[in-house]
């Protein structure tokens, strides 16, 4: 049986697995991304991972290419370069590197890009034209698709929205030391930072205010919100306000049949949705009102992203 | 010989010319749209000005088709929708009303478009792939090009940046009540709502302190800048600054490998460019800097949306 591996390196988590020509994940892992600040111990603790998964069938599979999916990754140059989100710094040639321990056809994508090959191979945009893929995680990303192809930009580089400022430089620093940026707002530590932002704003209780930042969750936030806390809904209200003018100013660059949402912040269901879809439909201009749908990503529902890095390989295998 | 029509409507004039098959508009006219509030009338009026060019020329022509640019046009509808610096609201079918008229074959797409598609044709990005066009008149507008081909959106209404929320939800309206909308800014009409701002912020002595906003205009501002008025050169360069945001931000959506200017705003030459290139690249995130080009149209100096609209149908007859 063909496998592809499929690999989505992550702020927090790196994911693996082993993904068929139908997308879907039949074997899978994750490691925490932090602990590895050296990058050759990251790329052995893969290969590891790797020879363990392909070692777990009990008949013969031909792993035919490997797909990454991860944040600032230029597809063009096989590279990470400048990530906020990561630990390695600079330009990292991770395409070549990896190349000299796994000698397999490899290709790299920015994680939201990846997604968007996978939501059209494999999940809910099979057959749509254009369509936006949002990633929801530590930080935010986008893959974008217009006439029918990926759109990666001049140096591959394309659908790093989570840096697009909001505030005419006047608002949060994302890790990139962008003013207003739009992961400082919506994205899992986004919220998080919200949670703070509406403790100094309100004097009202919450549970919050017995909690460090470093020890907040996003699972805890949503379980507040379902409890009533007062800061907690004011948070949810406040990212997918901010939320809904950013995708209205995105469905003007390229007008998406659809959006689709990806990623930790989307787990928080009904409390961060419900009020996304108003906010959005409100600034959406005239012309576009009532024609932008709101979807949750077809691809696996625990394995979007390796599915998502296992398509740039299947892509060219169909 | 063959030409084509190539019609530019704009919120202040409109423009009629023929156009070879190079580019060059070979006879044109305008006139100023806001005069024709009626719609047939104004279609009489497109009309009589192409019957007077086609009978200027002593040797024979063969009109091969009109192409029409125009803001909030729907390529794929042949309509105009809820066009904000327009006099005809609603959702006016203008091609099939035209079409009655000139029986030609006929093409309509959002102004910046059309430009985008005249730039890949006769002007300076004949040999790119990824670029975007913005065009600075009444309005502000862009046509998007990637992986080479224009993106048009999935209903025909990509690119209209002019209502792209820069300030969440905390800024000046757009003739479409979009509150922060770029094009509340940067546009002629921006410029000058940015003088009425500037001369509220400051106390300096200025020129404009004796003229009536509907009084105006653009060239005075620029001559204002060149003699050192104090209001003028402010209102430079915050409308730089908020279009370095603005294209920064754009850039991270598509990452063009250039960004051309056009329109009424970049005749003020180095008052805006000038502090628009050191905004520009102080705003972009480090993958991007230094890989933008700010670039002017290469299409005809005096009529270059006329031969944007003739790309239209040139674009089929190459």
Not at 56 to 72: K, R, T, V
Not at 137 to 148: C, F, K, M, R, S
Not at 284 to 299: A, P, Q, W
Request: aromatic share 10%; glycine share 12%.
């Amino acid at each position: 049986m063909d496998l592809v591996i499929g690999i989505d390196i992550g702020g927090t988590k790196t994911k693996i697995g082993l993904v068929d020509k139908e997308g879907s994940c039949l074997v899978h892992s994750y490691f925490r991304t932090k602990e590895y600040a050296d990058f050759n111990e990251f790329l052995n603790k893969i290969k590891s991972e790797i020879d363990k998964h392909a070692h777990s069938f009990d008949h013969d599979i031909n792993l035919i290419g490997c797909g990454i999916g991860a944040p600032n990754a230029s597809s063009k140059n096989g590279t990470l370069e400048h990530a906020a989100n990561l630990k390695w710094k600079g330009v990292v040639p991770i395409l070549s590197l990896l190349n000299e321990k796994i000698n397999l056809p490899l290709r790299i994508m920015n994680d939201a890009s990846a997604a968007a090959l996978g939501e059209m191979l494999f999940g809910n945009a099979k057959n749509m034209t254009d369509f936006i893929v949002m990633t929801l995680g530590t930080g935010l990303g986008a893959g974008i698709v217009a006439n029918g192809q990926l759109i990666e930009g001049y140096d591959g580089f394309a659908g790093e929205l989570g840096h697009t400022d909001m505030t005419i430089g006047d608002g949060r620093l994302t890790g990139l030391n962008v003013r207003g940026g739009l992961e400082a707002y919506v994205s899992a530590t986004g919220l998080k930072r919200t949670i703070l932002y509406m403790m100094s704003k309100y004097m009202n209780d919450s549970r919050f205010r017995g909690i460090a930042f470093n020890d907040l969750h996003g699972e805890d936030i949503t379980k507040a919100a379902e409890e009533g806390d007062f800061i907690a809904l004011k948070a949810f209200d406040y990212t997918a306000k901010i939320f809904g003018m950013a995708l209205a100013n995105f469905t003007a660059f390229t007008q998406p049949e659809a959006i689709f949402l990806m990623g930790g912040l989307v787990n928080s269901g009904k409390w961060i949705l419900e009020p996304l879809e108003r906010y959005f439909e409100d600034y959406l201009i005239e012309v576009y009102k009532g024609k932008v749908k709101l979807l949750r990503s077809g691809l696996p529902e625990k394995t979007p992203a390796i599915s998502g890095a296992a398509a740039l390989i299947w892509q060219n295998h169909k």
